[in-house]
T-cell receptor, first 117, second 114 residues
């Protein structure tokens, strides 16, 4: 199996509030998960790599204090957008590797659309 | 650093016909993986096909096949007997064998017309 879910699928929040997005591997254990951001009609931009039980590795230019990532179990990683602002509005996608199936392929969640008013 | 380039922002094809999407990449690695993902209007990323660079044989998955030219650093995707459900954004992606991060191209929006 290689099913990845995300919750919520869409969220609207007020400026200044925090929003948590969950990413779950439903039928496998994922030691590594990834968080991407995608603007309309653009490619995916890797934000961070999340490893179970350790701190996430953030890409250059991504504010780790703003985008908090926690990977507390082998099936769950969370992305919290703190003090969200309208410019944080975007489509956020997670992915996970299934080492039991393939060491190289990432399986993607359905994405979360965040709108900050 | 690796780069992936998709030079065709948009393409269209008639249903049942064949279309080829282009992808080139730049790397100093000798072994790596290449992927094509599709993102339909639902925005769910779906793996279409993968290729291991050390394998000379081109990967095939049903109506989807690749033309992998390692020396030219080219990795094109051929879709045969195009179907309306093939309408999607297609992304070419690169990954080092020793790494885990994917580097994506800019994407090609494919529209299949009835």
């Amino acid at each position: 199996g290689a099913v990845v879910s995300q919750h919520p699928s869409w969220v609207i929040c007020k400026s200044g509030t925090s929003v948590k997005i969950e990413c779950r591997s439903l039928d496998f254990q994922a030691t590594t998960m990834f968080w991407y951001r995608q603007f309309p009609k653009q490619s995916l931009m890797l934000m961070a790599t999340s490893n179970e039980g350790s701190k996430a590795t953030y890409e250059q230019g991504v504010e780790k204090d703003k985008f908090l990532i926690n990977h507390a179990s082998l099936t769950l990683s969370t992305l919290t957008v703190t003090s969200a602002h309208p410019e944080d509005s975007s489509f956020y996608i997670c992915s996970a590797k299934n080492p039991g199936r393939s060491t190289d392929t990432q399986y993607f969640g359905p994405g979360t659309r965040l709108t900050v008013l | 650093a690796q780069t992936v380039t998709q030079s065709q922002p948009e393409m269209s094809v008639q249903e049942a016909e064949t279309v080829t999407l282009s992808c080139t990449y730049d790397t100093s690695e000798s072994n790596y993986y290449l992927f094509w993902y599709k993102q339909p209007p639902s925005r769910q990323m779906i793996l279409v096909i993968r290729q291991e660079a050390y394998k000379q044989q081109n990967a095939t998955e049903n109506r989807f096949s690749v033309n992998f030219q390692k020396a030219a650093k080219s990795f094109s995707l051929k879709i045969s007997d195009s179907q309306l459900g093939d309408t999607a954004m297609y992304f070419c992606a690169f990954m080092k064998v020793s790494g885990s991060r994917l580097t994506f191209g800019e994407g090609t929006q494919l529209t299949v017309n009835p």
